[in-house]
């Protein structure tokens, strides 16, 4: 019967030790780069998702306007925004931030500890994201123009025995980037990757530009 031989073709000059060695570091080396190229990845593909996160389009009269990206200022010093949520009202009656703000200083907008609030008659459910550093974004003249961190919600009995609730704020308004809003009724959420940035110390010292010329520059990403 036939014989099956089989043989081994010798390396010469190279032990076996040494071989196996060497396969072995080439694997490790292959191993940790991969493990560098997937921490990579990962790094990279959280830091996009955070900008697609708080890049987005500004919705102007029912059409959606140019995208404008804008600064991950929450990113850079690491808050969750995923947990935030704020509340946009209209301010009636308010022919500009300074008109809010005399309003807010009076007896009738205060409440027992001097602090202003407004009271509503729906209590908002999401009560624990609106006090995890939420804040109130007034609308003056169809554009959200300044906002007010929400202090506490307070349950308020009227005199017809309507339970209402009364949203405390802080008293410093605070001057956002002014972004259009539709008119709408009573008060609205507003999640943090769609509410407007502040304005720096710088910006917010100048003059403020006429509500509609900012709008549109704001569409077009120049504010």
Not at 72 to 98: A, P, R
Not at 120 to 126: H, N, V
Request: with cysteine; hydrophobic share 40%.
């Amino acid at each position: 019967m036939p014989r099956h031989v089989t043989s081994t073709v010798p390396l010469s000059g190279v032990p076996f030790a040494s071989l196996k060695q060497y396969f072995i570091s080439q694997i490790c080396s292959a191993i940790g780069a991969a493990k560098r190229v997937i921490l990579w990845y990962s790094s990279w593909r959280d830091f996009l998702l955070d900008r697609i996160r708080y890049n987005r389009a500004y919705t102007i009269q029912g059409q959606l306007a140019k995208p404008r990206i804008i600064t991950i200022l929450h990113y850079k010093v690491g808050l969750d925004m995923t947990k935030q949520l704020h509340l946009v009202k209209l301010s009636v009656g308010s022919e500009g931030i300074e008109g809010l703000r005399s309003w807010q200083a009076s007896a009738p907008a205060q409440g027992p500890d001097g602090l202003p609030r407004h009271i509503t008659r729906m209590w908002p459910k999401q009560e624990k994201q609106l006090l995890d550093g939420g804040s109130i974004y007034w609308v003056i003249k169809r554009f959200i123009q300044c906002r007010q961190r929400i202090v506490r919600l307070d349950e308020v009995i009227g005199g017809d025995g309507i339970r209402r609730c009364a949203i405390v704020l802080d008293p410093e308004l605070i001057l956002t980037t002014q972004v259009p809003r539709r008119p709408f009724q009573g008060w609205r959420y507003l999640k943090a990757e769609d509410a407007p940035l502040d304005l720096s110390k710088s910006r917010a010292s100048e003059d403020p530009l006429p509500p509609e010329l900012a709008g549109k520059l704001a569409e077009i990403g120049v504010l």
